[in-house]
């Protein structure tokens, strides 16, 4: 899987100092899985209150100092950490962030990463982060969300949850206008394997008409939320078929929720 042999022994070291005030969110929360195409260059720790910031970043660093990292900060601000693990000619760089306590899911205990961001969370915060920003490594990800987790209409409707200034056509928009990049630019991420950009701009465009017609099917009232299975798994809806009325709604709260089935009466 696409996270490497240092990025795994820091995540390892630091592991029993995460909790749900402090965890594992971004990029290599999704570059976890199996066959994700792109290694992420840096590991991001999420906190849902400020003051916890320099609280968790501090004890992170005193934890790889004292296992031997040779550790260097490079920014200290009140929300906002920054630094770098050096191991021979390697560096890897650690971010400490606030983010918004908004959210589908509760935080995660993960057995090698400690405390994690849910895989909705992190797909949703990479859709939004698509339509924001002009990354290849976000178009890349998105389209490998889209093949193996859920489909980009499934993203952009529950994205639009957590962000209510947008609507599906919008934010499909947005995160089109994004998208105009160049071979080089793709050779220069991480792979874990080559990619060809042509081939990857055919998909998109074959899954933006694919979002473009679910988000036209769902009912608007549902608007920003994910569509669980039986086993509370988000799966992607087909207003056509028997089983979408089924399938539980599920919207995001604060630190998030996982959802409670009514007692039959």
């Not at 009140?78 to 050096?86: E, G, K, Q």
Request: aromatic share 10%; net charge negative.
């Amino acid at each position: 899987m696409p996270i490497s042999d240092l990025q795994a022994d820091i995540l390892g070291c630091i592991a029993v100092n995460r909790s749900p005030e402090s965890y594992l969110a971004g990029a290599t929360v999704l570059h976890r899985k199996p066959k994700s195409p792109r290694y992420s260059l840096d590991l991001d720790f999420f906190h849902d209150v400020a003051d916890s910031i320099a609280v968790s970043a501090e004890r992170d660093a005193e934890t790889l100092q004292a296992a031997g990292y040779r550790f260097e900060w490079l920014l200290r601000t009140p929300s906002f950490y920054r630094a770098i693990v050096i191991v021979q000619e390697q560096q890897l760089k650690l971010e400490w962030a606030q983010d918004s306590a908004f959210r589908f899911f509760p935080v995660e205990a993960d057995p090698h990463l400690g405390y994690r961001l849910h895989d909705a969370d992190a797909a949703t915060n990479k859709m939004l982060a698509l339509a924001g920003r002009s990354e290849i490594r976000d178009f890349v990800d998105i389209l490998f969300l889209h093949e193996t987790y859920l489909s980009l209409g499934a993203l952009v409707w529950a994205a639009c949850g957590k962000d209510p200034g947008f609507t599906p056509d919008l934010l499909l928009d947005q995160a089109g206008r994004h998208t105009a990049y160049t071979q080089q630019d793709l050779d220069q991420l991480s792979l874990r394997e080559p990619l060809d950009l042509r081939t990857m701009k055919k998909r998109w465009i074959a899954a933006s008409e694919d979002a473009k017609s679910l988000v036209d099917a769902l009912p608007s009232q549902e608007l920003g939320c994910l569509y669980l299975n039986a086993q509370q798994n988000p799966v992607n809806p087909d207003p056509q078929s028997d089983a979408f009325g089924t399938l539980t709604r599920h919207q995001g709260c604060i630190r998030g929720a996982w959802p409670t089935l009514a007692p039959l009466a």
